[in-house]
């Protein structure tokens, strides 16, 4: 698979594979075998889905080597802060069995809303991401779910500014703001739940433009965010679809439907925001 280019020169698969809800061992294990044989080489993990280590299983007994993946791990809100940080990771490192991690996010930024001091603690759980990546037990820090108020914040403070920004993004939530800040910074956006979990998949709009490409309405939401220069991470069980989401390759969007699509109203997504949740701290 071709790749993104990082802003320290890190390669990263253009398409990842999410890991969130894969819940059964045996399953998940035989799940990612599959996804490797499909030709995903970028896993997208974190501490939160209660899987790594069904997930380092299971690309052990796929039987790819290590510097051929690119694993991403993600640090819980319950461990923020400098010393759990780097204590974090390292259980992350030893739960997937990975020896290092390709890229390490923090999985929500502490928020104004449920933290008086969410600037400091933003600052030193940054610190400690800082000192991973220095040590050499990452090759790549990030940050997930940040709004452009909240990395201004952390960049006043920040020697390395974050390489990933992982946002929700789907046909209908567009991110423009948040793109064109990362894009500025060289942060690469990364689109969580790029089908929506699964809601873009009913809209009937989306149905008519993918039928025009003789392509799924999945197919069409991942290549709308690779034409948007974001990295899309879709999740699937299914071997088939699995496949049918890597295939994305042999069309092109045109400019008028990524208008058409990038202008879309919103068509439901998770409802999940940074500032305003309480449930994530
Ligand atoms: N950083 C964060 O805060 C955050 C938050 C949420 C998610 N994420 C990451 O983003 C990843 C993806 O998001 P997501 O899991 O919410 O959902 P998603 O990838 O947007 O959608 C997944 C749903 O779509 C179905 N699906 C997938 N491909 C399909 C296809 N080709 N045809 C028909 N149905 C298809 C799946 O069902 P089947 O499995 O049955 O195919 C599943 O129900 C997560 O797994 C996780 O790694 C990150």
Not at 129 to 139: D, F, N
Not at 178 to 201: F, H, N, Q, T
Not at 247 to 274: A, C, H, Q, R, T
């Amino acid at each position: 698979m071709d790749y993104y280019e990082l802003s320290n020169s890190q390669r990263i698969p253009l398409i990842g594979y999410g890991t969130w809800r894969l819940k059964n061992k045996e399953e998940t294990i035989e799940i990612i075998e599959n996804a490797v044989k499909c030709g995903y080489r970028l896993f997208d993990t974190a501490f939160a889905y209660g899987n790594e280590q069904m997930i380092g299983a299971g690309l052990k007994k796929s039987g790819i080597s290590r510097k051929e993946i690119f694993i991403s791990g993600k640090l819980w809100n319950e461990d923020r802060g400098y010393e759990s940080t780097i204590k974090a990771c390292k259980k992350t490192i030893e739960n997937l069995d990975c020896e290092y991690l390709d890229l390490y996010l923090i999985h929500w930024p502490a928020s104004k809303a449920v933290h008086k001091d969410w600037e400091k603690i933003n600052e030193e759980t940054w610190k400690a991401m800082e000192y991973l990546y220095q040590e050499g037990l990452v090759k790549a820090i990030g940050v997930c779910n940040f709004k452009v108020n909240q990395l201004e914040e952390l960049l006043k403070s920040a020697t390395i500014i974050p390489m990933v920004n992982q946002v929700e993004m789907h046909i209908g939530q567009n991110q423009e703001e948040i793109r064109k800040y990362c894009e500025d910074k060289g942060i690469l956006v990364e689109a969580w739940s790029p089908l929506g979990s699964g809601k873009m998949l009913k809209i009937k709009e989306l149905e008519e433009i993918a039928n025009k490409y003789q392509i799924t309405i999945a197919q069409l939401c991942i290549k709308w965010c690779l034409q948007n220069g974001v990295l899309p991470l879709p999740k699937s069980k299914n071997l088939e679809r699995m496949k049918n989401n890597l295939n994305v390759f042999d069309f092109e969007i045109s400019s008028e439907d990524m208008k058409l699509l990038n202008e879309m109203p919103y068509l439901g997504g998770s409802g999940l925001d940074s500032e305003t949740i309480t449930l994530f701290g």
